[in-house]
């Protein structure tokens, strides 16, 4: 009996599968959305910032309703919220939100807003052309403090962390005060985080990582092509980050930022942006691209490749074939930790084998296999999966033509 692999080849052989074989499907496109540049989601609620005012979908993104917020100055810079209010900033101050979006309320501080972030009764308002405005009592009043462009924030426990255009700043006692951390002279567009690491996003040396909560930061940009492309945005979901980089590129990485893939597959966008911001929603994450378009992706899929990914060597997993419903082909992808014979077949509903699809001894690893059915008819049909004699399961598939 052959040991099982070490897990760190295992994981590369699980992302050159899924990834280079296109297992992962196209991002999609909201249609209802126009000129879109910033979201914030939370529950089923999403809201998109545009040149245009307010889109709103309480329901994951199924339907949307548009809503002015300034009739002057229609378009949105950024978008935040605390328990109490939601605040967008625009070209003519901060504005508030009591009702999820519908209505909105002017608050200065009479500039034009970069960004915008709330914590508890604590507001910041950041101004074109560098200044920070802060307000503790929700926005009602405002108070300069020094600073330059404040682009991104990010809390970690009771810490501020904010991207600046000179670093990454720290602040231990609500904004009122700022230090500057390891990761200096660098403008610092987005930051994001997970359980274990801190992301952020420079134009020009990429994605810098820090797995001491900001102490320290190293660059992370292993398969990102920084000769081409430049990172604008980074975002953190579990152990799935992505970084939107010029030229409409979305690149994933599915090992906490140690090396990056192309996940543009799908992305149809006339203009160049150079300004991208992440959100999830249910098991969708969405990406806005900067007074452009608004798309999404379905997270289900990779969320089944990091469950294959954190399972090997313990047990033997089958995934759900991909797409599913399909018409014509599908992947089907499994693991096998041991050294043993693997069947696999089709059937239909009556039970009667249709093709076998493997039928061989295999050796430790992940594997991707793909069904073609352009010789079968609309309908049910299963997939019985086995390994040796301990390990037998079955899952149903839908052909649609």
Same mark, same amino acid.
């Given at each position: 009996m052959l040991?099982?692999?070490?897990?760190?080849l295992?994981?590369?052989?699980?992302?050159?599968?899924?990834?280079n074989n296109n =297992?992962?499907?196209?991002?999609?496109?909201?249609a209802?959305?126009n000129g879109?540049?910033?979201?914030?989601?939370f !529950?089923?609620?999403?809201?998109?910032?545009?040149?245009?005012g307010?889109?709103r979908?309480?329901?994951?993104g199924?339907?949307?309703l548009h809503?002015?917020?300034?009739?002057?100055?229609?378009a949105?810079t950024d978008l935040s919220?605390n328990?109490?209010?939601i605040y967008?900033?625009?070209?003519?101050?901060?504005?508030s939100?009591?009702?999820?979006?519908?209505?909105w309320? !002017?608050?200065?501080?009479?500039?034009s807003i970069?960004?915008?972030?709330?914590?508890?009764?604590? =507001?910041?308002?950041?101004?074109?052309?560098?200044g920070?405005?802060r307000?503790?009592?929700?926005?009602q009043?405002?108070?300069p403090?020094d600073?330059?462009h404040f682009?991104?924030?990010?809390?970690h426990?009771n810490?501020i962390f904010?991207g600046?255009?000179?670093g990454?700043?720290?602040s231990n006692?609500n904004?009122?005060?700022?230090d500057?951390?390891?990761l200096?002279?660098?403008i610092i567009?987005?930051l994001?985080?997970?359980?274990?690491?801190?992301?952020?996003?420079?134009?020009?040396?990429?994605?810098?990582?820090?797995?001491?909560y900001?102490?320290?930061?190293?660059?992370?940009?292993?398969g990102?092509?920084?000769d081409?492309?430049?990172?604008y945005?980074?975002?953190a979901?579990?152990?799935?980050?992505?970084a939107?980089?010029?030229?409409?590129?979305?690149?994933?990485s599915?090992?906490?930022?140690l090396?990056?893939k192309?996940f543009?597959?799908?992305?149809n966008i006339n203009?160049e942006?150079?300004?991208v911001?992440?959100?999830?929603? !249910?098991?969708k994450?969405?990406?806005?691209?900067?007074?452009?378009s608004?798309?999404?992706?379905?997270l289900s899929?990779i969320t089944?490749?990091?469950e294959?990914?954190?399972?090997?060597?313990n047990?033997?997993?089958?995934l759900?074939n991909?797409p599913?419903?399909?018409?014509q082909?599908?992947?089907?992808?499994?693991?096998?930790?041991?050294?043993?014979h693997?069947?696999l077949k089709?059937y239909?509903?009556?039970?009667?084998e249709?093709?076998t699809?493997v039928?061989?001894?295999k050796?430790?690893n992940?594997?991707?296999?793909n069904?073609n059915a352009?010789?079968?008819?609309s !309908?049910?049909?299963?997939y019985?999966?086995?390994?040796?004699k301990d390990f037998?399961?079955t899952?149903?598939i839908l052909l649609?033509?």
């Open positions: 040991k099982i692999f070490n897990h760190t295992i994981l590369f052989f699980a992302l050159f599968i899924l990834i =297992v992962y499907s196209n991002w999609s496109k909201v209802e959305v879109s540049s910033c979201i914030l989601t !529950g089923d609620i999403i809201l998109v910032g545009s040149n245009n307010i889109y979908s309480l329901d994951n199924s339907n949307w809503f002015v917020v300034d009739n002057t100055y229609s949105i919220k328990d109490e209010y967008a900033g625009t070209f003519n101050g901060v504005y939100s009591v009702d999820t979006g519908k209505t309320n !002017g608050l200065g501080p009479a500039y970069l960004s915008v972030y709330a914590k508890d009764s604590t =507001v910041f308002a950041c101004i074109h052309g560098g920070l405005f307000s503790g009592n929700y926005g009043s405002w108070t403090i600073g330059n682009y991104s924030y990010m809390l426990e810490k904010a600046t255009f000179s990454i700043y720290v006692d904004g009122m005060n700022w500057l951390t390891d200096t002279n660098k567009t987005s994001s985080k997970n359980d274990k690491y801190f992301f952020a996003a420079n134009y020009t040396y990429g994605i810098y990582r820090s797995d001491d900001g102490i320290s930061w190293s660059e992370s940009n292993q990102l092509p920084l081409h492309f430049h990172p945005s980074v975002f979901k579990e152990s799935l980050i992505f939107g980089l010029t030229s409409n590129k979305i690149y994933l599915t090992d906490n930022g090396s990056w192309d543009s597959n799908g992305l203009d942006t150079y300004h911001k992440f959100a999830i929603s !249910g098991n994450i969405f990406v806005s691209f900067l007074y452009n608004l798309w999404y992706y379905d899929q089944n490749v990091s294959l990914n954190n399972s090997i060597p047990r033997f997993i089958l759900q991909y599913n419903p399909f018409n082909s599908t992947k089907i992808i499994y693991s096998v930790p041991n050294s043993e693997v069947i089709i239909d509903v009556l039970g009667s249709i093709k699809l039928n061989d001894f050796m430790p992940i594997y991707s296999i069904f352009s010789n079968l008819s !309908g049910i049909y299963f019985r999966f086995q390994i040796g037998v399961k899952r149903k649609i033509k």
